[in-house]
């Protein structure tokens, strides 16, 4: 199995910055993809971004520019780096891992952006 946990959400005002981190624990070896989703009150999870092999591979139209995802591998760390944050990133912020067991999630981290 994989564990995840999610740190480093928070308050922030609009054109601030987070940082989100999520360290993975358990059979690592065999995670292929990470991931960022998020969800809003009232609203879908949504897919924010994910990394393959150390490479970014995918970011929602509207993070493009903002969001920045990497990877530590050897420490088995991803990073969400949010930048120029608005009040619509407002949500809980899952961190995901694909393996050949299927999906892992974390327990989410709460970001929130005020005007």
């Known amino acids: 199995q994989v564990q995840l946990v999610e740190s480093g959400g928070g308050l922030v005002q609009a054109g601030g910055s987070l940082r989100l981190s999520c360290t993975a624990s358990?059979?690592?070896?065999?995670?292929?993809?990470f991931a960022w989703y998020r969800q809003a009150p009232g609203k879908q999870r949504e897919l924010v971004a994910h990394?393959?092999?150390?490479?970014?591979?995918y970011y929602v139209d509207s993070v493009k520019g903002r969001f920045t995802i990497s990877r530590a591998s050897a420490k088995n760390l991803v990073y969400l780096q949010m930048n120029s944050l608005k009040p619509e990133d407002t949500a809980v912020y899952y961190c995901?891992?694909?393996?050949?067991?299927?999906?892992?999630w974390g327990q989410g981290t709460q970001v929130t952006v005020s005007s």
């Open positions: 358990g059979v690592t070896f065999s995670i292929d993809r």
């Open positions: 990394i393959t092999d150390g490479v970014p591979t």
């Open positions: 995901s891992a694909h393996s050949y067991q299927g999906n892992h």
